[in-house]
């Protein structure tokens, strides 16, 4: 770790460019990654994965906290303790949001196992081992990273994939010493933002979808609704016109294949005349249930299909990194080597994450036999590799995630696995268990790219970046797990009180795969749609249609909105004015929105349900408190 | 020939796509329950197959583009001037003591950032001209010469005046090689 510099006056020299305080003159290491940055990313990201782990119990979806974690990060780090360097700031963020990247990973898996348990037959699935659990979730995490951490060079140097959430973070790094325009900008964005955010969630709630295509009479079928987020503009203009294709797979859906499959389908999706004389609606009317049917599963098995295209094709360039890593690693001595981590490190960890989850699966339940764990754990490490690259792609073109898809087709691989040899009860655990992990590990692995994405703008060693999210993966388990524990305890999960969505939605497709209903069909034809998308030769478009069919279509109007602004920024105003105006504004309306929404979660938990929200604020405390006395 | 396979590319996704969309279940009458016959499974296949014809004819022009491009000349020209421009900067910035940190970000700013985007711009060019393993070299190097000029920028804008100049040296000597890694491909090349 880098040592305190020593400080030398205030020289006051000639005002260059923009103006801002000039900067003392320092001597000695740039403080990068330093204990202090450690204990303040660890605070932080306790408090952050607390705090959104809980709201995602109630709300049913997690909030990013990259941006929070800077944020925090930059107050504390720069106006309470008077610390000057920009990199020490991205350490700690790095460790923040690694501890966070549980919250949203734990919050999605773990809680199905209560909810499960309130079925008939199933109760004993519950009682599931808890440091068991926890071991796994930090397996699942350092497998996820030295997975996804040799692929840095081929997704950022090589590729130079966008992730917006790492462009914003950054400039909220670099905005001690970009200068007064830069932060004014910066400011003003997030206002913009955050201020629309609020009207939005005023006069309509959660439901922020504007139905344009209902205003202007067009058929319900073409789905013409805009998602009404400043912060999805800002994401579309930071990803340009590279992010164009995320649109386009919206279009295909409602544009092309629904008015085809309302002439051609059958009566179920394009509806019919009943004898009566009556319409009756087709599952293209409806286009939020026409998603959920045929085109989400479709998108599903398009981006598994166009991942792996995906790397086939960039296999020329991955085996280049992981030469270049491996030379990189053979030097004796010299700056490169300290750059990266060592390529044998990963391997290590990549054979040694892969017994322990043998070991997990085998001790998760009693009746598992040593075949079916191995068969488990290692297609789960697979599955690792191939979801973290879609996710991390995912994220770096558009900045959304499907996590959520990927760990659904975790668990039914591993479903599938264990069913045969032991009960159900028994077949929920393991499997929920080794689907934990695997969440996890997609989630960090996601985290890692975009954090290293932030640290290469700010110009962080990748070696010490990566070393930080390793020093956070094993907090955020131990907080998460505990806290929903307890809150279990308190009100039961799955309960008015605590819903849980996103969980009670994996513990409805878990029942589903028990009862062999899983539309492996769909997957299976969207892989072969994804696969030959990927082998086009156009970069990176199968995963971003993929998407496309995925995601809400009116999330991706708006997104093209932003992509649209870009392209016209860079052709009337150039690429420079988009550059030094467009980008931190854009940044801006990230970070506004993201706050405001974090704020809006608060007040929801704490004044929809004041008691309930009380006593769960303090037990969430209590639980803070007792790993840290436990530290 | 391009024409043709982006029409037969994007026909056999759509044709595909429909195929898959189709129905929600068996149809009536069908042989089995199971699910997988929700999809008409030989028409899916047709439409993939005339997909992959369309790739096969695109990868056909791409090959043939790569022989005769003008746009790749004027991309690759772009990718040698932009880095010859940013590399008379670093070495500039390399020649002088750090008094100010100021004037390193108002030139990283100023001077380094267009001629940077505009290497990354044009930098497909290098993949059609040498192919993937020089492309990939070549990026490793420039690559690492950006982050340290982004940390040069961090560290004059902290005031870190010692780390300033390890960085700008170090980027420096990324920029040099790879402008030696070009210029070694290009004399193999020819």
Same mark, same amino acid.
């Given at each position: 770790?880098?040592?305190?510099?020593?400080?030398?006056?205030?020289?006051?020299?000639?005002?260059?460019?923009?103006?801002?305080?000039?900067?003392?003159?320092?001597?000695?290491?740039?403080?990068?990654?330093?204990?202090?940055? =450690?204990?303040?990313?660890?605070?932080?990201?306790?408090?952050?994965?607390?705090?959104?782990?809980?709201?995602?119990?109630?709300?049913?979806?997690?909030?990013?906290?990259?941006?929070?974690?800077?944020?925090?990060?930059?107050?504390?780090?720069?106006?309470?303790?008077?610390?000057?360097?920009?990199?020490?700031?991205?350490?700690?963020?790095?460790?923040?949001?690694?501890?966070?990247?549980?919250?949203?990973?734990?919050?999605?898996?773990?809680?199905?196992?209560?909810?499960?348990?309130?079925?008939?037959?199933?109760?004993?699935?519950?009682?599931?081992? *808890?440091?068991?659990?926890?071991?796994?979730?930090?397996?699942?995490?350092?497998?996820?990273?030295?997975?996804?951490?040799?692929?840095?060079?081929?997704?950022?140097?090589?590729?130079?994939?966008?992730?917006?959430?790492?462009?914003?973070?950054?400039? /909220?790094?670099?905005?001690?010493?970009?200068?007064?325009?830069?932060?004014?900008?910066?400011?003003?964005?997030?206002?913009?933002?955050?201020?629309?955010?609020?009207?939005?969630?005023?006069?309509?709630?959660?439901?922020?979808?504007?139905?344009?295509?209902?205003?202007?009479?067009?058929?319900?079928?073409?789905?013409?609704?805009?998602?009404?987020?400043?912060?999805?503009?800002?994401?579309?203009?930071?990803?340009?016109?590279?992010?164009?294709?995320?649109?386009?797979?919206?279009?295909?859906?409602?544009? =092309?294949?629904?008015?085809?499959?309302?002439?051609?389908?059958?009566?179920?999706?394009?509806?019919?005349?009943?004898?009566?004389?009556?319409?009756?609606?087709?599952? *293209?009317?409806?286009?939020?249930?026409?998603?959920?049917?045929?085109?989400?599963?479709?998108?599903?098995?398009?981006?598994?299909?166009?991942?792996?295209?995906?790397?086939?094709?960039?296999?020329?360039? /991955?085996?280049?990194?992981?030469?270049?890593?491996?030379?990189?690693?053979?030097?004796?001595?010299?700056?490169?080597?300290?750059?990266?981590?060592?390529?044998?490190?990963?391997?290590?960890?990549?054979?040694?994450?892969?017994?322990?989850?043998?070991?997990?699966?085998?001790?998760?339940?009693?009746?598992?036999?040593?075949?079916?764990?191995?068969? #488990?754990?290692?297609?789960?490490?697979?599955?690792?590799?191939?979801?973290? *690259?879609?996710?991390?792609?995912? =994220?770096?073109?558009?900045?959304?995630?499907?996590?959520?898809?990927?760990?659904?087709?975790?668990?039914?691989?591993?479903?599938?696995?264990?069913?045969?040899? *032991?009960?159900?009860?028994?077949?929920?655990?393991?499997?929920?268990?080794?689907?934990?992990?695997?969440?996890?590990?997609?989630?960090?692995?996601?985290?890692? #790219?975009?954090?290293?994405?932030?640290?290469?703008?700010?110009?962080? /060693?990748?070696?010490?970046?990566?070393?930080?999210?390793?020093?956070?993966?094993?907090?955020?388990?131990?907080?998460?797990?505990?806290? #929903?524990?307890?809150?279990?305890?308190?009100?039961?999960?799955?309960?008015?009180?605590?819903?849980?969505?996103?969980?009670?939605?994996?513990?409805?497709?878990?029942?589903?795969?028990?009862?062999?209903?899983?539309?492996?069909?769909?997957?299976?034809?969207?892989?072969?749609?994804?696969?030959?998308?990927?082998?086009?030769?156009?970069?990176?478009?199968?995963?971003?249609?993929?998407?496309?069919?995925?995601?809400?279509?009116?999330?991706?109007?708006?997104?093209?909105?932003?992509?649209?602004?870009?392209?016209?920024?860079?052709?009337?105003?150039?690429?420079?004015?988009?550059?030094?105006?467009?980008?931190?504004?854009?940044?801006? #309306?990230?970070?506004?929105?993201?706050?405001?929404?974090?704020?809006?979660?608060?007040?929801?938990?704490?004044?929809?349900?004041?008691?309930?929200?009380?006593?769960?604020?303090?037990?969430?405390?209590?639980?803070?408190?007792?790993?840290?006395?436990?530290? | 020939?391009?024409?043709?396979?982006?029409?037969?590319?994007?026909?056999?996704?759509?044709?595909?796509?429909?195929?898959?969309?189709?129905?929600?279940?068996?149809?009536?009458?069908?042989?089995?329950?199971?699910?997988?016959?929700?999809?008409?499974?030989?028409?899916?296949?047709?439409?993939?197959?005339?997909?992959?014809?369309?790739?096969?004819?695109?990868?056909?022009?791409?090959?043939?583009?790569?022989?005769?491009?003008?746009?790749?000349?004027?991309?690759?020209?772009?990718?040698?001037?932009?880095?010859?421009?940013?590399?008379?900067?670093?070495?500039?910035?390399?020649?002088?003591?750090?008094?100010?940190?100021?004037?390193?970000?108002?030139?990283?700013?100023?001077?380094?950032?267009?001629?940077?985007?505009?290497?990354?711009?044009?930098?497909?060019?290098?993949?059609?001209?040498?192919?993937?393993?020089?492309?990939?070299?070549?990026?490793?190097?420039?690559?690492?010469?950006?982050?340290?000029?982004?940390?040069?920028?961090?560290?004059?804008?902290?005031?870190?005046?010692?780390?300033?100049?390890?960085?700008?040296?170090?980027?420096?000597?990324?920029?040099?090689?790879?402008?030696?890694?070009?210029?070694?491909?290009?004399?193999?090349?020819?």
């Amino acid at each position: 770790m880098t040592n305190n510099p020593q400080e030398s006056g205030d020289p006051a020299g000639p005002e260059v460019g923009e103006s801002f305080d000039p900067p003392a003159i320092r001597r000695g290491p740039y403080p990068e990654f330093t204990w202090t940055a =450690v204990f303040i990313g660890w605070a932080i990201g306790a408090l952050i994965a607390v705090s959104i782990g809980y709201a995602a119990l109630i709300l049913g979806f997690a909030i990013e906290g990259s941006e929070l974690a800077a944020i925090l990060g930059w107050g504390l780090l720069r106006g309470v303790l008077r610390r000057t360097s920009i990199v020490e700031n991205n350490i700690n963020q790095t460790i923040a949001s690694s501890v966070n990247g549980a919250s949203s990973g734990i919050m999605f898996s773990v809680p199905a196992l209560f909810i499960l348990s309130r079925t008939q037959g199933l109760e004993s699935v519950a009682d599931f081992n *808890v440091p068991l659990m926890i071991l796994a979730c930090i397996t699942g995490s350092v497998l996820g990273l030295a997975f996804v951490i040799p692929l840095r060079k081929q997704m950022i140097d090589f590729d130079r994939l966008a992730y917006p959430g790492g462009i914003a973070v950054a400039t /909220i790094l670099k905005s001690p010493g970009a200068g007064v325009r830069k932060a004014v900008l910066l400011l003003g964005g997030a206002l913009l933002s955050g201020l629309v955010h609020l009207l939005v969630l005023y006069f309509m709630g959660d439901h922020s979808d504007w139905h344009a295509g209902a205003a202007f009479g067009l058929p319900s079928l073409l789905n013409i609704s805009l998602y009404l987020s400043v912060m999805t503009i800002g994401v579309g203009f930071l990803s340009g016109k590279g992010g164009f294709w995320f649109g386009a797979g919206g279009f295909v859906c409602y544009f =092309v294949l629904s008015p085809l499959l309302s002439g051609f389908a059958g009566p179920e999706i394009a509806g019919m005349m009943s004898a009566e004389g009556e319409v009756v609606q087709g599952l *293209v009317d409806q286009p939020s249930k026409m998603r959920a049917v045929i085109y989400k599963p479709l998108g599903i098995g398009m981006l598994v299909g166009a991942a792996i295209g995906g790397i086939v094709a960039a296999f020329p360039l /991955i085996l280049s990194a992981m030469k270049s890593m491996h030379s990189a690693s053979k030097q004796v001595g010299g700056d490169i080597k300290n750059d990266e981590m060592p390529i044998r490190l990963l391997y290590g960890a990549i054979g040694l994450g892969a017994l322990m989850m043998i070991c997990i699966a085998y001790t998760s339940v009693e009746n598992l036999s040593l075949g079916r764990a191995a068969a #488990m754990a290692l297609l789960g490490t697979l599955w690792v590799w191939i979801a973290g *690259v879609i996710v991390a792609e995912c =994220v770096g073109r558009t900045n959304w995630s499907p996590l959520s898809g990927m760990t659904l087709i975790a668990v039914t691989i591993l479903i599938l696995i264990a069913k045969g040899g *032991v009960d159900n009860p028994e077949t929920i655990v393991c499997s929920m268990l080794m689907g934990a992990a695997i969440c996890l590990a997609i989630s960090q692995a996601s985290d890692m #790219m975009l954090d290293l994405k932030s640290g290469y703008l700010v110009g962080a /060693i990748p070696r010490r970046q990566q070393l930080a999210q390793f020093a956070g993966v094993w907090l955020g388990p131990v907080i998460v797990i505990g806290l #929903m524990i307890v809150l279990n305890e308190q009100y039961e999960i799955g309960s008015d009180k605590l819903p849980a969505p996103q969980a009670q939605a994996l513990a409805d497709v878990t029942q589903g795969i028990l009862d062999d209903n899983v539309p492996a069909y769909r997957y299976t034809a969207g892989a072969g749609l994804g696969l030959l998308l990927a082998v086009s030769g156009l970069g990176g478009i199968g995963v971003l249609i993929a998407l496309g069919f995925y995601m809400p279509f009116a999330i991706a109007l708006t997104y093209t909105i932003g992509n649209c602004l870009r392209i016209a920024a860079d052709k009337l105003k150039g690429a420079k004015w988009s550059h030094e105006v467009g980008i931190p504004i854009a940044a801006g #309306m990230i970070v506004g929105e993201a706050l405001v929404g974090v704020g809006n979660a608060f007040w929801n938990v704490i004044f929809a349900d004041s008691e309930a929200a009380e006593t769960a604020m303090q037990q969430s405390a209590v639980v803070v408190q007792t790993i840290s006395m436990g530290l | 020939m391009k024409i043709i396979g982006q029409l037969l590319m994007w026909s056999g996704f759509l044709g595909g796509a429909f195929c898959a969309v189709l129905r929600t279940g068996p149809p009536e009458g069908a042989a089995s329950e199971s699910g997988w016959s929700t999809i008409p499974w030989g028409w899916y296949l047709f439409s993939v197959g005339v997909g992959v014809v369309g790739v096969i004819l695109l990868r056909l022009a791409a090959a043939k583009d790569k022989q005769d491009d003008g746009m790749t000349e004027f991309e690759y020209s772009t990718v040698q001037q932009s880095l010859e421009e940013v590399s008379t900067v670093v070495a500039r910035l390399c020649s002088q003591a750090v008094s100010d940190p100021r004037v390193i970000v108002s030139v990283i700013d100023n001077e380094c950032v267009e001629p940077l985007a505009d290497f990354a711009n044009a930098r497909q060019a290098l993949v059609k001209r040498f192919g993937m393993t020089i492309y990939a070299d070549v990026m490793t190097e420039f690559a690492s010469a950006e982050r340290f000029l982004n940390r040069a920028w961090s560290a004059a804008a902290d005031g870190y005046v010692d780390e300033v100049e390890t960085c700008l040296n170090r980027a420096n000597s990324h920029l040099a090689s790879a402008r030696q890694i070009i210029g070694a491909a290009d004399l193999q090349a020819g």
